[in-house]
């Protein structure tokens, strides 16, 4: 979490750091800075509250300066507060500093640097940094062994990170060497775009779109000495390291909501488009399978496949609860859907041939990052299905998948899910034509998925239904969200979306086990959700529903257009479009999307930034 942004070059620097936060803003939202230097001294301005507060601030107490840096900020440490915001300010003011990341033995140190006399101003972890740079910085002048100022600088830096623990995406500033930007990596990603004769930095290449197409990742351990006529990329441990310039592919950002109110009903109204952008150029009638361009894996390797496992975290971790079903049905190789967060730190079982996948929208969630270099570490073959283009997990994979779902900035997943439960459908259908899915098999697959686009769109048109349904239920308390096979992740979803942006407690179960748990939660208070297309045990998803109804719960239904029947029974039916069972969560998670939209916004809730939430969670 937390969005970083840093210009050093001739012009004024505010421009871009406020532009760019912006941009980041869907990375945290507690609090935004800037600190920008002029004529020997940091000027920060930092207040609690959107980057607009910010914007609004500066005007009234403008700031000007060629270097500078800026932040957005996720709280961790500290709460969000006016004190707490970045930039912090190291020592007497010498060192001033902007951080993504947690530094975990912040507590030791902040008592040690008490000691020695600095003062803290904040509940932070990131001032531990800044006063930690302060202090190397004196100890190294009192050495005063280094030629220049600057060098002595950089040399504070590279031995301050070294006795954090954590991680950390730094950029800082010093008061007394105008026109230095120092950035360090380590778990938090870092972008540096070259310009001509300035240079830009950020945690993502969003800011960097329409300002340079050039650009540098910062690796782990990496620090970056920024200049407005030059960037050196050095080792944290001494000596510098190659420059790998990258050419930015991406589009300038779409932020034009259109028609829409929020991004997140725009989203959900792309989906047509981002399943058609998911599907393109992958569909191989001859072959009867799915073609990808960037797996970089040999057919021999991909056919010894015994295993594969799929690691996530929020939405994209349901999206691979879909893919569990998807691939051990058409390619019958077992696969486990883990947490990322606890796959970093467990030890499974994995055979010689087993395959990762890590499945992520930004590309930039920490625990995914570290669940897959895991994978990596032990050998194996570790592939990312990924929406952001040159983000950390997609450069770091051996190969992988991009959704090309365009940008989401709603907080809430919508069209990410979609997309994603395409490309693992393709998935399916290119692993099991290596085994055993037959020629005519992989043709009708193909052909529904071909219809989907269209099938997304006439889904689209349940949303008068939605609203009238939301209306009806969006003082409840709690919800239930039930399905079963293919649509039990939908289930899960469905109660994830309501949650994130309605504040209403719900819960995602597969209907029959709500008789193991769930049921004592129903009343007349409690709407149940069934996700009840029709499918091979549809009777059995009934059976449940009349469990329901008989304690008095109301039931909302999710069903195929022209099931006449569920209508008797449930007190509400949204109607989809019939597709085969294992196409059904791309349509049947639409209305769910849409009625958490719309009970959020009855509820008066910020649907596109939703409290405490961040868009990509970089830290753990
Ligand atoms: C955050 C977002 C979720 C998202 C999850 C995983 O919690 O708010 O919408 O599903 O991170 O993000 P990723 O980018 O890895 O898919």
Redesign the pocket.
Known sequence: MCGIVGYVGPKQAYDYLIEGLFRLEYRGYDSAGVALQQAGQIDVRKKTGRVSQLAELVKVQPVTGNAGIGHTRWATHGEPSDANSHPHVGGNGEVVLVHNGVIENYALLRDKLTELGYVFRSATDTEVAAHLIAHQLEEETKLGSDPTLAETCIQAVEKAIKKIKGTYGLAILFRDVPGLLVAARLGSPLVVGIGKGEYYLASDASPLVGHTEEVVYLNDHEIAVITADQFQLRHQNGGSNAKHIKVLEQAAVDTDLGEFEHYMLKEIFEQPTSIENALRGRLDDDEATAVFGGLNMDPQKLRCIDRIVLT?????WHSALVGEYLIEEFARIPVEVEYASELRYRNPPMTDRTMVFAI???G??AD?LAAMRECKRKGHPTLAICNTVGSTIAREADGGIYLHAGPEIG???TK?FTSQVTVLTLLALFMGRMRNLSYPAGKRIISHLREMPDKIRQTLKCYDAVKEVARKYYTAENFLYMGRLYNFPVALEGALKLKEISYIHAEGYPAAEMKHGPIALIDEDTPSVFIAPRCGIYPKVMSNLQEVKARRGPVIAIACEGDDKIADLADDVIYVPDVDEYLQPLVTSIPLQLLSYEIAILRGCNVDRPRN?????TVE
């Open positions: 996530a975290c929020g939405t994209s992520t929208q930004s930039e969630t995914t907080v809430a997943s990410a939430l961040a868009k990509s969670v």
